[in-house]
């Protein structure tokens, strides 16, 4: 027995549940989750459903071009559909902090992430050690200003013969130029140690401090080429107070860091988030 | 054109949300909200919809007997059909307590309860200003222990008078007894001053400040015979510290019995809440 | 037997402590809350203190002078002393939302806030009701743009004859000019609908859904000439989704608006703000 | 130059700061942190003290018996004086559950706490490869319920020869006994996986979910004789909804348990604890 996942968004029309639900009926599927959303706004239609095939035959590979010449093609509808034992693989980038990616390799040794993680790449060598301790392969790709096409093209090159599916920028301080944007167009997930779209750009805890305020956050968001302007899928804060100093807050802050950008982990691969007009549904 | 909201619950089975879908195209309703649970332990399967009805031969009137017959026959469903212009007729209990009656009373005024309240009923006079202030009749129903089956005989028949829908006791300081209980059964909210299951009974925040505890919540839950066991609807909770004493906390818990007692009331005011179990299903 | 409460700040020193707890030992104080704190990077000292004055012979009259030319000399503090039995008088500033206004005058009638609140100014004439229901005196105070000046005296006239304290800007939206606020330098509090710095300026809701973000905020803050720029005071957040329209995040919003307005008129009236290079400091 | 710590506490009185703040100026002592707290209650005075000794001659060694022989007996106190460079010695304490172990290695290694961990200790092998990952010691000390005082021997053993300080229970799912209670007084730190009062003993996200409570939690404590009744340091919650399986809070509760465990070892390892009544004293 097969367990599929299906993401669905269109135009707002009358029948699309019911369509979508006789068509599971039809195929003998058992419908274990199913939840929808329309932007009244924009007139988008969006549905997440899981549904258990108990009739052998019909098969992720069987059902989809069937969906998609009937129900799919009558509603117009952009869709996929995931077999949910296939887990997406996802890559990910780091600098020198080290605690984002400590806690993603301990909740991914712990078996809490639905992922596979081929590899790790960093233009510095310094989590080398890192990746060791949990067996994951480290991909050092140095550039500079000057290399940074090259280097750029050697990423492309490993994401592609590790077969990536996304990309986590685990405090990875450098800018994803377009070129590996636009092929992982919603896939590259980034986290921004601010509450945005309150301090942009860098030193968002020193900007933060200078401020005064009494709540921090962080940030999880899908990349574009705007910095820091993408559709955000996680935010989360923490209260802070005239006793904290900057390193207090830049403390505080990695605990932010680290739960907002793993609750982003886990809704991109459970295939819960989808992306429409640079903002984020987010399927419970 | 009427707007309805429909609530279902019945034994988890197939087809049951093309059913529903396909019965409301036929009526040419228009689905603005839909969300569904399956309580998968239990097997049980719960709906909350709203629809326009845009055929103006179709009216509330004329649905429910032809949705009873068929939709709700075939699958055994338990159901309910409101129409969302009716407001709630609600009834407030309290006792000495102003800071919740002043909270209701100033959200009321400000249009934002779907709610009617056409009484307040209270075992003292001390709140009758308040009530006045605000235009609300104000029913003075004293009692002893001896006197209470009196008293609650004349509650009853201010509730049928005034046609109440359901009971809030804002921090009401009695026992409700089952003749009530039973006639409002899931229609009697109250709120707990203390993070159920911690601190049931009285005084828990003298409780919770000799445990020693870092937080302190409030709960509002639907009454039951079984005293601040009833299905949860909603919780919240703020930090305390050390710092802070028995009134401290009698203080800040004030801020909390308001808002998680104003969340309950728009929640069952919007029909909102199912409940199964001795638990609620909260539709977002 | 007197309580009063000092603030005070000063260049970071050796030795203030010990001072200013031997000054309260000599006149016969018993402390009952004593708090300070530095920031290292400006190097100012801040205190607040409570004590309770054993002595008949010691009242806040007599003391004043005496730890003004002794202990606050030598240190060159910058200081305040309340008799705590004194309450702020407080004015309330409205225009035509009424949401911020009822909760106020709910915890004021309720005894919550250690405030006399002797009148309420509006530009417009909506909320007159409200007031009269509280038995707060009302001044409807119009003006256009070009008779705002007018206005201005005509309300730095009714706050002096009412002998206002401090200001608080109850949904008023209107910018208040330099005349005022250099009367009442961190003597205004206004309640921003935004986390701050986040979506400074007019329609701070429709840009945040706009934006896409999972947590909305709202800011008290004490006002500058500079438009929502001025020392943070409280902020609170809640979580909101896809699900939620504009409109679900202005009803949100008031929750947040009330609670940290309010959070901000007690700690102001209990002198437990201290202002500086425009933060704040808040003690506990 | 040395940086200390005191911690004190004992009867309220007149002039202990005074005499405390005397003292420091007197040793030429640079106080850069200083917080109190008076259990109005139970008459008890909690100090908490950080200076700088600017004169090479006071060192930790020459002022704790002077002070011990003045102030403190004076004032009749007990209190603890710390060298801030001493990292206190912390034994981990695990079973088979390796999310908080993942979690507090990880930040150990990240730099993250102000503690030595010189050895973990387990009733079960299958956590060995995590501490060999993290290159920590890992003792296996197996029992029944037979041999369990041989096991503590073998325990107590190993806590004296690495000269450990104190001891964090990692989701260790053993009942401690008192004798090591008794040898570690409030020096061990537990995490239970509720929201404590509630759910106390075995399963508690079972029986939160059979509550249908709508928010769940996690508390790090003191480990005393009573199971679950010891000082509370530190708790957080989470929302949860009926959507929510027992699965899932569990899932949810790992993050719960991770984050309220390390920030009790932060908190303890910089000795900003103190224990009075059953209670913590938590300094900021």
């Known amino acids: 027995m097969q367990k599929i996942t299906i993401l669905i968004h269109c135009k707002d029309q009358k029948g699309i549940i019911a369509a979508v639900t006789n068509y599971i009926l039809k195929i003998a599927g058992n419908i274990t989750y199913i939840d929808q959303h329309v932007d009244h706004e924009q007139n988008v239609f969006f ?23 009937t129900i799919a093609a009558d509603f117009g509808m952009q869709w996929e559909m995931y077999n949910q ?4 693989k996802m890559a990910l980038f780091v600098s020198k902090y080290d605690h984002c990616l ?9 078996e809490e992430l639905n ?4 590899l790790i790449i960093s233009n510095h060598n310094d989590l080398r050690t890192v990746a060791e301790r949990f067996d994951i392969p480290f991909h050092y790709v140095p550039f500079t200003q000057e290399t940074k096409e090259e280097g750029e093209r050697l990423q ?9 599916n996304f990309i986590v920028l685990a405090r990875y301080m450098q800018i994803i130029t377009p070129t590996i944007i636009n092929k992982f167009t919603n896939k590259i997930i980034n986290i921004h140690h601010s509450f945005l779209p309150a301090f942009q750009g860098a030193k968002p805890y020193h900007a933060a401090f200078k401020r005064g305020v009494k709540i921090i956050g962080a940030t999880s968001h899908y990349v574009t080429e705007e910095l820091d302007e993408g559709p955000i899928i996680e935010q989360d804060i923490t209260r802070v107070s ?36 640079n903002k984020t549904v987010v399927f419970s």
């Open 115 to 118: 992922v596979e993680i081929p």
């Open 156 to 164: 492309l090159e490993l994401l592609e013969r590790y077969q990536i």
């Open 102 to 110: 400590f806690d993603i390799l301990g909740r991914y040794s712990a």
């Open 242 to 277: 005239h006793i904290h100093s900057v390193e207090d807050f830049i403390m505080k802050g990695r605990d932010l860091e680290r739960i907002v950008l793993a609750r982003a982990i886990k809704l991109h691969a459970q295939r819960k988030t989808m992306v429409y007009s």
């Open 47 to 69: 549905m997440r459903l899981e549904c258990e095939l108990t009739n052998v035959k019909n098969t992720l590979e069987t059902i989809k071009p069937d969906f998609g010449q």
């Open 85 to 88: 034992e296939q887990k997406p």
